[in-house]
């Protein structure tokens, strides 16, 4: 298995987790209150999993390497495209977080509205965001570099 294979894996146990993301918003708008110690898990999940395992391998070697040798379009695709979506993804957790505060000091319509925009704001960028992955970033990487590296 490749590194970009292992990427991909990575992003099957994401998507998995987004599902049950959906399914905890989708529980307050039936009418349940908040499980905030879980969405709380969710949050611990993202900047564990997600964003530190994930992201940071993603970051630190596969688009710090695009950039070096890509030149202008690694640069504009990495820089202003996939590192402008990991950090909106830590600000939906950041905000996430805060919601949640100020459901558990104060339950409020307010809060949970905080609570499901930002969890399901998450799981909506992220979606999108690693079928841009898996579709174009890695298969452009595969394609324009990274095989040569194989060869080598």
Known sequence: MNSVEILVKEHDNILAFLGAVKNACLNIIEGQEPDTGDFRKM??????Y????????EEKFLFDHMVKEL?????N????????????????MSDLE??????????????????ISNAAGYASLLERHI????????KYAEKTFLRSLWIK
């Not at 997600?50 to 391998?57: L, N, P, V």
């Open 77 to 92: 695709l990495i820089t202003h495209g996939m590192m402008v979506e990991h950090d909106l993804g830590r600000l939906y």
């Open 43 to 48: 949050i611990d999940f993202v900047r564990n």
């Open 131 to 138: 079928e841009k992955e898996n579709t174009l970033v890695f």
């Open 98 to 115: 805060k919601a949640l505060d100020s459901y558990d000091e104060k339950p409020s319509t307010e809060a949970k509205l905080g609570i």
């Open 71 to 75: 030149g202008k379009i690694g640069k």
């Open 50 to 57: 997600a964003d530190g395992h994930h992201h940071g391998k």
